[in-house]
């Protein structure tokens, strides 16, 4: 089985719990204003690599990761563009012990019987999803990454429906998405849901912006600047939710 991947990651630490090998997939559907991968947006244009080389290169830090109590993460891009090579990976890494953790934004979930078998299949082999919840506002959502978030908000339910263990990811960009009423909604949201085991804010940062210059591209959020830790403790008191 052959994927198209971005770039590899080998030692990880902020992407699941423990040491993580992190695979970055090479397309997606959103265009977040403050993506800090561009380059991973055009759908396959990345490298091809075989499920016997990642898993290869993963043995090289096996050491690593279980002492951690680490595993490995697909990330993006958006992994679930690539649901037989994901799924055909993470079962190999079954057959190895290694925890398995999705990364996903959710912005290619659909209820269409093909996506769906395919999705079912690849969550029996996959211990944790990381949720990117870009924006809890319809409208907010649309603008933030072009695309509308009541799919995303679907897939969520649906991994509670599956009752896969899920942390869900929120990126907190002043001015955007960090306003008393969707974060307030946010949380509302998150406590619907019954599967969730962390919840994380992600201060916006702009380690990204190079990128954006490299490929011409107009970085939309040039005049915000990060959040101050305040702002972000602030957060998550307006989620009021388990951390």
């Known amino acids: 089985m052959i994927g198209n991947i971005h770039s590899v990651e080998t030692c990880g630490t902020v992407d699941g719990p423990g040491i993580r090998y992190i695979i970055f997939t090479q397309g997606c559907l959103l265009r977040c204003q403050y993506c800090h991968n561009p380059d991973t ?45 994901v799924t055909e990976l993470f079962k190999e890494c079954r057959k190895l012990g290694i925890h398995t953790a999705l990364d996903s934004s959710g912005g290619c979930f659909s209820e269409t019987p093909f996506f769906i078998r395919g999705l079912d299949e690849l969550l029996k082999y996959t211990d944790l999803v990381l949720l990117d919840i870009k924006h809890i506002n319809d409208q907010k959502h649309r603008k933030l990454t072009g695309k509308p978030n009541a ?11 599956k009752n896969i263990p899920v942390w869900i990811r929120h990126v907190l960009v002043p001015g955007i998405t960090d306003s008393k009423e969707d974060l307030t909604n946010l949380g509302q949201f998150i406590r619907t849901l019954s599967n969730v085991e962390k919840v994380e804010i992600l201060p916006y940062h702009k380690l990204g ?25 602030s957060a998550y008191q307006l989620l009021n939710v388990k951390n």
């Open 41 to 85: 947006w055009s759908i396959g244009s990345g490298k091809d690599i075989t499920v016997e080389e990642v898993i290869k290169d993963l043995k090289e830090y096996l050491p690593f990761i279980r002492a951690s109590n680490g595993g490995i993460t697909v990330s993006g891009g958006e992994p679930l563009l690539h649901l037989p090579f």
């Open 151 to 161: 799919h995303i908000l679907r897939f969520a339910h649906y991994l509670d429906e």
């Open 209 to 233: 912006v190079y990128k954006w210059n490299v490929l011409g591209l107009t970085y939309p959020l040039e005049d915000i600047q990060p959040p101050s830790e305040e702002a972000v403790q």
